[in-house]
């Protein structure tokens, strides 16, 4: 695996603020960034379904598979040099459920951070 | 000579002779760790060994003529062997401290070298087809690439 593409939401603040601090960190995998439900989201990736890409976040590889929700973030910090660790033990069985909950949490807040989309 | 002299020479002698020991010992069973987590890089491997052990026996001599000074006389064979004893039971738990943080610092580094190549720690959720921009800027199909 060489690049992994996210799919986020770009009418979210609290999305882009995450996406720049996922730019700006050391990786072992390259992020591409592109905006969900877009018309090139739409053509990189035909057969996904991209409404249920703008409820939560999803990262695609450059082979075709893909993660959703808590796992497609631990997925990005698994991309990064200084958190690869900490994905790795976020996604042990026990603290696998904490992860989501959080995410969830995070998710269905972010609206509150700004958001400019219909 | 008088007693503490003889305490002083045998404190040296037999420090230096532990402290070459296992520094020796931690040169000739470190490299295997090092070359395994150097990816077979032998010449890497020796280097960061060889560094690791000037590093250690520099801490260790170091140590060994800093406690060199008893503080008061002996004036027994007794008081001696009981001085030199306490020396060299000092320079033995410092020279062990060090081992063990030396074996630290080795399982930090291979920890750090198998994170490189850890496999991603979620399974995917499903595979889709990727279509990526070729040279001339068309959306070429590609096929599925399943892993």
């Given at each position: 695996m060489r690049t992994l593409t996210v799919l986020f939401d770009a009418n979210c603040n609290l999305c882009c603020r995450i996406r720049n601090w996922l730019q700006a960190q050391t990786k072992y995998v390259d992020l591409d960034f592109v905006a969900a439900g877009s018309a090139e989201a739409a053509a990189r990736y035909p057969l996904l379904d991209h409404a249920a890409t703008l409820k939560e976040l999803t990262v695609v590889s450059d082979t075709g598979e893909y993660w959703r929700g808590a796992k497609a973030w631990l997925i990005c910090l698994w991309a990064l040099r200084d958190y690869r660790g900490w994905a790795i033990r976020f996604s042990s069985p026990e603290l696998m459920p904490l992860a989501r909950r959080f995410v969830v949490r995070v998710s269905s807040l972010r609206f509150r951070f700004g958001y400019h989309g219909t | 000579?008088?007693?503490?002299?003889?305490?002083?020479?045998?404190?040296?002698?037999?420090?230096?002779?532990?402290?070459?020991?296992?520094?020796?010992?931690?040169?000739?069973?470190?490299?295997?760790?090092?070359?395994?987590?150097?990816?077979?890089?032998?010449?890497?491997?020796?280097?960061?060994?060889?560094?690791?052990?000037?590093?250690?026996?520099?801490?260790?001599?170091?140590?060994?003529?800093?406690?060199?000074?008893?503080?008061?006389?002996?004036?027994?064979?007794?008081?001696?062997?009981?001085?030199?004893?306490?020396?060299?039971?000092?320079?033995?738990?410092?020279?062990?401290?060090?081992?063990?943080?030396?074996?630290?610092?080795?399982?930090?580094?291979?920890?750090?070298?198998?994170?490189?190549?850890?496999?991603?720690?979620?399974?995917?959720d499903g595979c889709t087809m990727v279509r990526e921009p070729d040279a001339a800027g068309q959306m070429p199909y590609r096929q599925f690439q399943i892993r």
């Open positions: - | 000579m008088n007693h503490i002299v003889v305490t002083y020479v045998l404190y040296i002698t037999v420090s230096v002779a532990l402290t070459i020991w296992v520094a020796h010992t931690l040169h000739k069973n470190g490299r295997v760790f090092l070359v395994d987590v150097f990816h077979g890089n032998e010449a890497l491997a020796d280097s960061v060994n060889h560094l690791l052990v000037v590093g250690f026996y520099l801490i260790n001599f170091g140590y060994v003529s800093l406690a060199l000074k008893l503080g008061y006389s002996v004036a027994s064979a007794q008081e001696a062997i009981e001085a030199l004893s306490s020396k060299i039971g000092m320079v033995l738990v410092v020279l062990g401290g060090m081992h063990f943080f030396n074996l630290y610092v080795f399982s930090r580094i291979r920890r750090r070298s198998a994170l490189l190549t850890a496999p991603p720690p979620v399974l995917p």
